[in-house]
Antibody
Framework: EVQVVESGGGLIQPGGSLRLSCAAS????????MSWVRQAPGKGLEWVSI???????YYADSVKGRFTISRDNSKNTVYLQMNSLRVDDTAVYYC??????????WGQGTLVTVSS | QSALTQPASVSGSPGQSITISCTGTSSDVGSYNLVSWYQHHPGKAPKLIIYEAIKRPSGVSNRFSGSKSGNTASLTISGLQAEDEADYYC???????????FGGGTKLTVL
């Protein structure tokens, strides 16, 4: 059974940094494309970043230069390093596997609150 | 403001059918058949119910169906059940610059 579990969220001040983790089971992250998607309070979903199995990476313009996606194959985990956090980065962050042009397995998300 | 336009809410009685529309542009929905629909119960993981505009993942009820015409995709739920009450999001691939764009979500209420 495929499962992805996000962790690492919390309350952080503007300008701070946080690293989110996405631990996978039932799939090998290095063989799969993995995405991060977020949902701000009361808003819709927003794609954030993707790391392809081959290593190619893309970011949404809203996070480019501040967020970094990576993976640790030995831990079967994907990360999202978030720097220079802003109030409008407040959201639930979801990790998902991307396959056949869609995100087919999602975690329950981890809440990031950026506030002073 | 979301890239794709969905109605904020729809409602229906048990056993009825409802359709949720998702309108994009020629840069996303109109250019790719990579339209997905997700069912989201708040606090839980979003669940994929339609991909490639019309395909249903294994295990998803055949009461859910998708279609696409031009820049608009649609999700139809037939034989409404109480457990269908949730938020529904459409999503379209939009190329490597924008990648995925989502709708603002539609809250389905089963009366």
């Amino acid at each position: 059974e495929v499962q992805v579990v996000e962790s690492g969220g919390g309350l952080i001040q503007p300008g701070g940094s946080l690293r989110l983790s996405c631990a996978a089971s039932g799939l090998t992250v290095s063989d799969n494309h993995m995405s991060w998607v977020r949902q701000a309070p009361g808003k819709g979903l927003e794609w954030v970043s993707i790391i392809y199995s081959g290593g190619t990476i893309y970011y949404a313009d809203s996070v480019k230069g501040r967020f970094t996606i990576s993976r640790d194959n030995s831990k079967n985990t994907v990360y999202l390093q978030m720097n220079s956090l802003r109030v409008d980065d407040t959201a639930v962050y979801y990790c998902a596997r991307r396959k056949s042009g869609t995100n087919d397995y999602w975690g329950q998300g981890t809440l990031v609150t950026v506030s002073s | 403001q979301s890239a794709l336009t969905q109605p904020a809410s729809v409602s229906g009685s048990p056993g009825q059918s409802i359709t949720i529309s998702c309108t994009g542009t020629s840069s996303d929905v109109g250019s790719y058949n990579l339209v997905s629909w997700y069912q989201h119960h708040p606090g839980k993981a979003p669940k994929l119910i339609i991909y490639e505009a019309i395909k249903r993942p294994s295990g998803v009820s055949n009461r859910f169906s998708g279609s696409k015409s031009g820049n608009t995709a649609s999700l139809t739920i037939s034989g409404l059940q109480a457990e269908d009450e949730a938020d529904y999001y459409c999503c379209s691939y939009a190329g490597t610059n924008t990648f995925d764009v989502f709708g603002g979500g539609t809250k389905l209420t089963v009366l």
